[in-house]
């Protein structure tokens, strides 16, 4: 099963109309097409159950529940979020010896995080592959997508206008730590130290 997503648009991201005047038109990037043509050996599982050294999982496509190996993907650091029951995940094997080689919680993963949370700055992930920027300044993020284990960042930058998806820059970003209310994530040289919004109600004086 295909883990490649679909496209959504960019919102919230800030002063972009203000930097209309200065943008240029991105150039086409050959990238884009070359990850959309790449065969993907990962898919999309649902964990049903777990032991110490095993997990079994189920597709949406699939009733009955298969079982991989993860001890060793979790002990190199290749199982990104929290192992639990019912979550889904991007599972990358090994199919011959039924090893996990990467697993990614998409349930966690997906949502609203905050990297600056006094300006409320941040990004969310949509479960079916958008990506938006939250009140950011200087990117604008359009899409996600998971792929043989790894992570693609679709983006553009403020001062430039993409009107079509295949003129994003596109980087490979690293999940360094992910839980339900913490993200670590590793791109375009930066760290971004997410947590969760506040749900709490704002209070006016």
């Not at 979790?74 to 199982?79: I, N, S």
């Not at 949370?117 to 200087?138: A, L, V, Y």
Request: glycine content about 6%.
């Amino acid at each position: 099963m295909v883990t490649s997503f679909l496209l959504a648009g960019c919102t919230s991201c800030s002063d972009g109309k203000k930097k209309d005047r200065g943008t240029s038109e991105a150039p086409i990037n050959p990238m884009v097409e070359k990850l959309d043509e790449t065969p993907d050996s990962a898919f999309l599982a649902q964990v049903v159950k777990y032991t110490d050294d095993s997990i079994y999982v189920v597709t949406r496509r699939t009733i009955r529940s298969k079982a991989y190996a993860y001890r060793d993907a979790q002990d190199a650091g290749k199982l990104k979020g929290t192992l639990k029951k019912g979550d889904w995940y991007s599972l990358f094997p090994d199919t011959r010896n039924r090893q996990v080689i990467t697993m990614i919680n998409t349930t966690e993963l997906s949502g609203k995080w905050e990297y600056n949370q006094s300006e409320h700055r941040g990004m969310s992930f949509n479960e079916r592959g958008g990506m938006s920027s939250i009140n950011t300044s200087d990117i604008c993020f359009r899409e996600w997508k998971l792929l043989n284990g790894l992570l693609y960042v679709y983006y553009v930058d403020l001062q430039q206008k993409a009107g079509d998806r295949h003129q994003y820059e596109v980087e490979e970003a690293n999940i360094a730590e992910l839980s339900a209310d913490k993200l670590t994530l590793q791109f375009h040289g930066t760290t971004y130290h997410c947590r969760r919004p506040s749900s709490k109600p704002l209070k006016f004086k």
